[in-house]
C-alpha cells in the first residue's frame, strides 16, 4: 500500500469491497492520526466512533487536500459503484455528501484519508474517503469507520 507520493506505507494482508476498505499491519496502535497535507508531522488524539446521519457535517484530511470541513451529509446508507481503469467496477456502501460553500471536498490522492467529526481537541472517527462523485469534486463518498471494523474484526485502539 503506498500514500499519495508512492511511499510505501505497509502491505495490504485483506480487501473489502463492500466497504471499500483494506487493512494493513502497522506499527504504532495509538489512536491518533498525523493530520494534514504532504509531509505533516501534527499528531491528533482520536476519541472513538460514531456513524454519520443526514445533515451532520464533518472533514476529512486526505493526503493531497488536507483538511476539509463542511462536507454535508446528504445520503447516509447508499450503495454505489465504483471503478477505475486499473481495476473492476464494484459496489460499496456507504454515504454521500457535498461541500457546503460549493467549494472542493475531495481532490485526487485524498482516498483513504480519515473523515471525522471535532469534538473538543479530539476527533471522532467517521469513515475513510472513497471517490468523488463522477468527476464532481464537490461531493464527496466515503465508507463508514464502524462498518469496516465490524467487517475486519477490529477497533480503535485505546
Given at each position: 500500500?503506498?500514500?499519495?507520493?508512492?511511499?510505501?506505507?505497509?502491505?495490504?494482508?485483506?480487501?473489502?469491497?463492500?466497504?471499500?476498505?483494506?487493512?494493513?499491519?502497522?506499527?504504532?496502535?495509538?489512536?491518533?492520526?498525523?493530520?494534514?497535507?504532504?509531509?505533516?508531522?501534527?499528531?491528533?488524539?482520536?476519541?472513538?466512533?460514531?456513524?454519520?446521519?443526514?445533515?451532520?457535517?464533518?472533514?476529512?484530511?486526505?493526503?493531497?487536500?488536507?483538511?476539509?470541513?463542511?462536507?454535508?451529509?446528504d445520503n447516509d446508507d447508499v450503495w454505489t459503484t465504483l471503478g477505475a481503469a486499473r481495476y473492476a467496477a464494484f459496489d460499496a456502501r456507504g454515504v454521500w455528501g457535498h461541500q457546503v460553500n460549493g467549494s472542493i471536498a475531495v481532490r485526487n490522492g485524498d482516498s483513504g484519508g480519515l473523515v471525522f467529526s471535532v469534538n473538543g481537541d479530539t476527533r471522532v472517527v467517521r469513515g475513510i474517503v472513497s471517490a468523488d462523485y463522477q468527476g464532481n469534486s464537490n461531493r464527496m463518498f466515503w465508507t463508514e469507520a464502524n462498518d469496516i471494523y465490524k467487517a475486519f474484526g477490529v477497533h480503535l485502539a485505546s
Open positions: 500500500m503506498t500514500n499519495g507520493n508512492g511511499a510505501l506505507e505497509g502491505t495490504v494482508s485483506s480487501y473489502n469491497t463492500t466497504w471499500d476498505a483494506s487493512i494493513y499491519p502497522v506499527s504504532n496502535a495509538a489512536p491518533r492520526e498525523f493530520d494534514g497535507p504532504q509531509n505533516t508531522t501534527n499528531s491528533i488524539a482520536l476519541s472513538g466512533t460514531s456513524y454519520s446521519y443526514n445533515g451532520d457535517q464533518v472533514c476529512h484530511d486526505g493526503y493531497t487536500s488536507g483538511v476539509i470541513c463542511g462536507i454535508q451529509v
